[in-house]
C-alpha cells in the first residue's frame, strides 16, 4: 500500500503562486506514475499533470501547460506541483495520485488517492 499526503494549499489572488508537495510513503517502490488531479465544485475530478518516476517523462492538461510544473525528490519521496500565474479558474481541491507504472498520462488508470489540499484563486 502507498499512502500520500498533500500540503501547500491556501488562498492567493489571481496572477500569485502556490507550490503543491505530495509526500509518498508505505510501498514507493512500486510507483511509477504519480499524478495531481483537481475537481472543483460541482465539476468532475481531472487530471493536471503527470509524471514517472523515477524518470523525467510530464504530461499536463492543456489549462494549465506553461503555468504548472511537476517535479520531484526522489531522495523525499517527494513530489511537487508549482503553479504560477494563478487563475480563478484553478480553485479547487488538488489531490496526488498513483496507480499505472507506465503511460502516465492514462488519468482514467489512477486509484491511490490522498485526501487533498485545497486551492483558492480569487480574482
Known amino acids: 500500500q502507498v499512502q500520500l499526503v498533500e500540503s501547500g494549499g491556501g488562498s492567493v489572488q489571481a496572477g500569485g503562486s502556490l507550490r503543491l508537495s505530495c509526500a509518498a510513503s508505505g510501498y514507493t517502490d512500486s510507483i511509477g506514475c504519480i499524478a495531481w488531479f483537481r475537481q472543483a465544485p460541482g465539476k468532475e475530478r481531472e487530471g493536471v499533470a503527470s509524471?514517472?518516476?523515477?524518470?523525467?517523462?510530464?504530461y499536463y492538461a492543456d489549462s494549465v501547460k506553461g503555468r504548472f510544473t511537476i517535479s520531484q525528490d526522489n531522495a523525499k519521496n517527494t513530489v511537487y506541483l508549482q503553479m504560477n500565474s494563478l487563475k480563478p479558474e484553478d480553485t479547487a481541491m488538488y489531490y496526488c495520485?498513483?496507480?499505472?507504472?507506465?503511460?502516465?498520462?492514462?488519468?482514467?488508470?489512477?486509484?491511490?488517492w490522498g485526501q487533498g489540499t485545497q486551492v483558492t484563486v480569487s480574482s
Open positions: 495520485s498513483t496507480g499505472p507504472t507506465v503511460r502516465c498520462f492514462r488519468w482514467y488508470a489512477y486509484n491511490y
Open positions: 509524471m514517472s518516476t523515477p524518470g523525467s517523462l510530464t
